[in-house]
């Protein structure tokens, strides 16, 4: 009688290759994944900015009129001499939320109507 003697199939795969070939997979997933993340945080930095945008914008809308000038020169770090189209030039204080480094002669200007103060 013949003994036929099947040997198991040998692995040829080492369980430490597999590991490190799975953690290699997990690696560059993770990068792909971190890749994806990075671009929805920029995407949702420009979606807030255009929505604070519209929403500066809509309430300029909703406000009280107001009126147009053109900044002439700054006297001081507050104080501003702004020519109106309507004709007159004004010394005028401006709001705090606003750049005053962005105040240079020749920006145009919206006034409020009440007090000229530089709103925009």
Do not use: W
């Amino acid at each position: 009688m013949v003994s036929a003697t099947t040997t198991p199939a040998v692995s040829t795969v080492n369980p430490r290759e597999k590991a490190l070939e799975d953690f290699r997979k997990k690696i560059m997933e993770h990068k792909e994944i971190e890749a994806r993340l990075k671009q929805l945080r920029e995407d949702l930095r420009t979606f807030t900015k255009d929505y604070d945008k519209s929403e500066n914008d809509l309430k300029a809308l909703q406000s009280v009129g107001q009126i147009v000038g053109e900044v002439l020169k700054q006297l001081t770090e507050d104080k501003f001499i702004v020519k109106a189209t309507n004709g007159p030039r004004y010394v005028v204080g401006c709001r705090r939320q606003l750049d005053k480094a962005k105040l240079r002669p020749g920006t145009r200007v919206a006034l409020d109507m009440t007090t000229l103060t530089v709103m925009r």
